[in-house]
């Protein structure tokens, strides 16, 4: 997973546009990406990280992408041409979602912790200086990416091209959330990146995370209304229900903008109910462990083999589908 392409080709972004002037995602207390320093005194540089920084430099300088700044936290690490604030604030956001990330999994009997090194969350100035990197010009659908192969986050700052606050703020932190929730999913011990797991899964994680908010006092793990919509106006549409194993075998539904937002959706569903039914989170641990360390297993066999038969699991998630699209 190079790139998160089925996030670009979702057009995630169109969708963001339709889910905050909906809902009104400001008024959940999103914290923009604001030029706000931090008064937390910044922590020495680590083992390493002069060589992990030299690397970065010298793509960015190859790209034109100057200058680059440097900011840490406890547990990241921020590199990018972007603004010392908005570096600085965008990993606040991130040591934040972490703190929150790894209690939510723990109190679910999930050993969570984190690796002995920074994360690095590469933060641009602008869409030019995100196409300059990673060699593509982004256009509308992109948001920023999680490269798995690399280990990194690359975000940037949408305010240059749609002004401060407004729709570019919401974006700013969606994105980031979004994410650093794939970050976090693939350092903590959460899942392994090789072989790399179904789509519904590492998806179905960031989804699950993704609605959290630093000034929200919304707890993770509520329902993400904005997915349950994009199954309901799916389903709506005439488009037909996507089995769960199919879900869990055909990763291209997500790179496909006929079924992507309705994967997306079912992904978060499916996430949903394993970790809010406190009976099934024992099996549900088990099954990620067995994921992390034997995931060329099978897809649907591993699955089966803690949670029961995928068939089954289908009909309940269609019923908790069916059912929270109601409450809408």
């Known amino acids: 997973m190079t790139r998160d392409l089925a996030e670009c080709n979702g057009s995630r972004r169109d969708w963001i546009y339709r889910a905050t002037a909906t809902l009104g995602l400001s008024a959940l207390g999103v914290p923009p990406l604001c ?30 992408v100057t200058p680059i700044g440097v900011s840490r936290t406890t547990h990241f690490l921020g590199v990018g041409n972007a603004s010392g604030p908005f570096r600085k604030q ?6 934040a979602l972490g703190r929150v990330f790894l209690k939510h999994l723990r109190d679910r009997g999930f050993r969570v912790v984190y690796p002995d090194r920074r994360l690095m969350v590469v933060v641009l100035r602008d ?9 593509e010009a982004p256009g509308k659908d992109v948001g920023g990416h999680f490269d798995l192969d690399a280990d990194r986050l690359v975000v940037f700052d949408f305010r240059p091209d749609q002004g401060v606050g407004g729709t570019a703020e919401r974006i700013n932190t969606f994105t980031l959330v979004h994410e650093t929730a794939h970050l976090l999913t693939f350092n903590t011990g959460l899942l392994a990146a090789d072989p790399e ?13 993704e609605m959290w908010r630093l000034a929200s006092k919304a707890p993770v793990g509520r329902i993400n209304q904005p997915r349950l919509i994009a199954i309901r106006d799916a ?26 937002q309705l994967a997306y959706g079912q992904s978060w569903l499916m996430m949903y109910h394993l970790l809010s039914s406190r009976s099934i989170w024992p099996n549900v641990v088990d099954y990620l462990a067995d994921l992390r360390t034997n995931g060329r297993g ?31």
């Open 35 to 64: 030029d706000r320093l931090s008064n937390a005194e910044e922590p020495p540089p680590a083992a390493g990280e002069p060589e992990r920084i030299a690397k970065i430099e010298a793509q960015a300088k190859h790209a034109g």
């Open 90 to 95: 965008a990993l606040e956001i991130c040591e």
């Open 127 to 135: 869409a030019i200086s995100y196409g300059s990197l990673v060699g």
């Open 197 to 209: 797991p179904a789509k519904c899964i590492t998806e179905g994680l960031a989804t699950y995370f």
């Open 235 to 260: 389903l709506k549409a005439g488009e037909p229900w996507i089995s769960t194993k199919s879900l869990m075998t055909e990763d291209a539904l997500f790179d496909d903008p006929k079924t992507a």
């Open 298 to 328: 099978g897809r649907v066999a591993m699955l089966e083999k803690h949670l029961g038969p995928i068939a089954t699991l289908d009909d309940r998630l269609r019923t908790l589908g069916r059912d929270l699209v109601r409450g809408l």
